[in-house]
């Protein structure tokens, strides 16, 4: 069990487990955090997980762990960790079973009050638009190549198919789509499994969230993104649906069978791993970079659908919903970073972790009833954590605990009381995401911006949330 004794102080706000502390670490072990959110992030084994990871082969500089740290399979949610391509592994584990969840910001030319009185209607357009929920299908039934169309090509191929503007590719990361993808990688069951749910959001902590700015905190970055206080917009928040899990199973299963040829010994079997340049490294990235077109096209797909509901409520009146930004936040990508003073290629493993490069847009999700935030990458963000921060607020309760402690309607008509229109599949998964399951929000941004990582923009307040 982790106590602060087991830490050294580098700042107010970062903290380090040296090499020393355990005989197999390769590199030290960082976390950002505040001295007072370190009591709820001792509550689980994240940071044993963490210090885990730095024992994998041909990690560089630090294991890392951002303030929404919280225990994972494996990999603890919240952190980042890049390998060398030569020498260093790839862990299907490390990158998650929700390839490519991620998060885009669409704006509106409406401010708060034009949208109010049709809140209610807008809220249960959006419902009825975006499919959710365990299993539900969307309007795409793609199958052969079609459906390897998308894997190939990502947000960009359903654009092709008439559903979204060339303008929204150059508001997302990577444009949308990761050129490794290999559709013979992904097998015959994730598809089966992924064919029919292109457009849907999926349950969880997937969400559709209509919101208004309540507070910008750089005018000049704010403009650059054409926002503004008061003004409406709308969050999606989804991934590649059980095509991504089935990838994530698939490999997992591989890199267990495969480990012992390879010589790799691990204190966790959940970071199953392989080789980076290893055939089923090799195959198990190409898959997960079609899982990641996959979600690219799922939040493009919904995009298309939140258009529609939006148009449906307020008709030629509405104006146009624009991209702000899409950014993943389970992947691993090829990066170059500085490391010893040298250019050096790595695979960057992010699980709940965003990348923040310098003047890069980032979108950190709060939970229903709190807030969500627009950052900027910090200029610190390359030198300190490969270009990272934080994804959300982070759970502090399991989601057994949650529906056990929480009563989704009385949360629903607490939600209620505070302005907020709730469309939500049932009322136990709406007790899965109350507030209190999750760690403030404010506190974690704080530590980010405090960090010089990433920095704050603009604050968001929910007014319509959409679940599964």
């Known amino acids: 069990m982790f106590t602060k004794k087991d830490l050294k102080r580098i700042s107010d706000i970062l903290w380090e487990i040296p090499k020393s502390y355990r005989s197999d670490m390769r590199v030290p072990a960082r976390l950002y955090s505040s001295e007072k959110m370190l009591e709820d992030i001792f509550r689980d084994r994240s940071v044993e997980q963490l210090v885990n990871v730095s024992t994998l082969l041909g990690i560089q500089k630090y294991a890392i762990a951002m303030p929404d740290i919280h225990e994972g399979y494996g990999f603890p949610i919240g952190g980042v960790a890049a390998f060398d391509v030569e020498e260093g592994i790839i862990s299907?584990?490390?990158?998650?079973?929700?390839?490519?969840?991620?998060?885009?910001?669409?704006?509106?030319?409406?401010?708060?009050?034009?949208?109010?009185?049709?809140?209610?209607?807008?809220?249960?357009?959006?419902?009825?638009?975006?499919?959710?929920?365990?299993?539900?299908?969307?309007?795409?039934?793609?199958?052969?190549?079609?459906?390897?169309?998308?894997?190939?090509?990502?947000?960009?191929?359903?654009?092709?198919?008439?559903?979204?503007?060339?303008?929204?590719?150059?508001?997302?990361?990577?444009?949308?789509?990761?050129?490794?993808?290999?559709?013979?990688?992904?097998?015959?069951?994730a598809k089966k499994r992924g064919h029919d749910q292109l457009g849907t959001m999926g349950a969880g902590n997937h969400f559709v969230e209509v919101g208004r700015i309540e507070r910008i905190f750089d005018k000049t970055t704010a403009q650059a993104l054409h926002l503004f206080e008061n003004q409406v917009t709308i969050l999606i928040h989804t991934g590649s649906r059980g095509l991504g899990h089935q990838v994530a199973t698939d490999y997992i299963t591989t890199m267990m069978k495969v480990m012992p040829k390879y010589g790799i010994t691990l204190p966790d079997r959940e970071l199953a791993c392989a080789p980076f340049r290893s055939d089923e490294g090799k195959n198990y990235f190409s898959a997960m970079a079609a899982s990641a077109n996959f979600a690219w096209a799922n939040r493009q797909l919904?995009?298309?659908?939140?258009?529609?509901?939006?148009?449906?409520?307020?008709?030629?009146?509405?104006?146009?919903?624009?991209?702000?930004?899409?950014v993943a936040h389970n992947i691993a990508k090829l990066e170059e970073h500085e490391i010893s003073q040298e250019k050096k290629n790595v695979v960057v493993h992010?699980?709940?972790?965003?990348?923040?490069?310098?003047?890069?847009?980032?979108?950190?999700?709060?939970?229903?009833?709190?807030?969500?935030?627009?950052?900027?990458?910090?200029?610190?963000?390359?030198?300190?954590?490969?270009?990272?921060?934080?994804?959300?607020?982070?759970?502090?309760?399991?989601?057994?605990?949650?529906r056990k402690t929480i009563r989704g309607s009385v949360l629903k008509e607490e939600l209620k009381q505070q302005g907020i229109v709730i469309n939500a599949g049932s009322f136990p998964s709406l007790a899965e995401e109350a507030p209190s399951a999750y760690k403030d929000v404010d506190a974690v941004v704080d530590v980010v911006h405090q960090a010089g990582i990433a920095k704050k923009v603009a604050r968001l307040r929910p007014i319509a949330v959409i679940k599964g």
Not at 302 to 326: C, K, M, P, S
Not at 363 to 377: E, F, N, R
Not at 384 to 390: A, D, Q, R
Request: negative net charge; glycine residues 14%.
């Open 92 to 189: 299907p584990g490390s990158v998650g079973y929700d390839i490519n969840c991620g998060v885009r910001l669409l704006r509106s030319e409406k401010s708060f009050p034009e949208v109010k009185p049709a809140l209610e209607a807008l809220g249960l357009s959006i419902y009825q638009e975006v499919p959710s929920g365990v299993g539900r299908s969307g309007r795409l039934k793609l199958k052969g190549k079609d459906l390897d169309s998308v894997l190939m090509g990502g947000a960009q191929s359903v654009i092709a198919m008439g559903y979204g503007e060339e303008e929204d590719m150059t508001h997302v990361e990577s444009e949308g789509w990761l050129e490794h993808a290999a559709p013979d990688c992904v097998s015959e069951r």
């Open 302 to 326: 919904i995009t298309h659908e939140v258009r529609h509901a939006w148009n449906h409520v307020f008709g030629q009146t509405g104006g146009t919903l624009h991209v702000v930004y899409d």
């Open 350 to 402: 992010r699980k709940g972790a965003t990348r923040a490069f310098p003047n890069q847009p980032v979108l950190i999700p709060g939970s229903m009833g709190t807030a969500s935030y627009v950052l900027i990458g910090g200029e610190k963000s390359l030198e300190e954590s490969f270009g990272s921060t934080c994804h959300g607020a982070g759970r502090r309760m399991s989601r057994t605990q949650a």
